[in-house]
């Protein structure tokens, strides 16, 4: 079985960076989680749980490969609820439940070259000092009104993860489905430098909205400035 690392991207066909990263977390039984996922996929565990993520941040500096970044085109907040799988190969990676986003050709170029599910969402994302807050509300397609309203408290750096903090963020493989068929792209970025984070106040839908029930107790939650990343085309498994 293969452990977590960064492959390779030799041919990047998008550079990115995510920046003002929160990561919030709950455990979930696994048998939930592998109802929602396509044959193919197993959902991994880690202290005998499943774990879901919903993740807020800013995109930054995004451009296909060979090309500038486009004014207008290149910075657009982005919330994303994400859970971690392994596949036949025991390869682990990152499988979406939702992407939102503020951009609305992002959106569109995302669902057509990444066979992704994202949503165009009004949203904002602000970090003043140790506090970020992030505002999302869905348009569009699908449950319209779906929101994450979550303002945050940043912590001091980690000096070192910890086995959790590593087994939830530092995932270097997406997978999605393409014509029916089970497909990965790898991502190359270096490992993110985290701090400590409080949720001071959390009001969202958008892990019912892809299928959950309702989350309980309060989130693990992580922070960090971010990462630049380089994105390699789907290649189906």
Known sequence: METTRAPRVAQPVMYQTWADMTFLHW?????????????????EEFDG????GLTPFLMKDVR??????????????????????RDGRGRDGLWFLSLDAGLLPAVLAARAVYALPY????????????????????RWPGREGARCHAEVELGPSMDEADGLA??????YRLFTVVAGRLATAEVDHRPWPLRHARPVRLDQDLLQAGGLPAPGGEPVAHASPGVRARIGMWSLV
Do not use: C, D, H, K
């Open 27 to 43: 455990r979930y039984p696994a048998a939930l989680i592998q109802e929602l996922l396509p044959p193919g996929l197993t959902a």
């Open 49 to 52: 749980s499943a774990w879901v």
């Open 64 to 85: 296909p490969r060979a090309l500038p970044p486009l004014p207008g085109m290149s910075r657009f907040p982005e919330t994303n609820v994400r859970t971690y799988v």
């Open 119 to 138: 949503y165009w969402a009004g949203m904002s994302v602000r970090v003043a000092g140790e506090r970020a807050v992030y505002r999302s509300r869905r």
């Open 166 to 171: 590593r087994f939830l963020t530092e995932r």
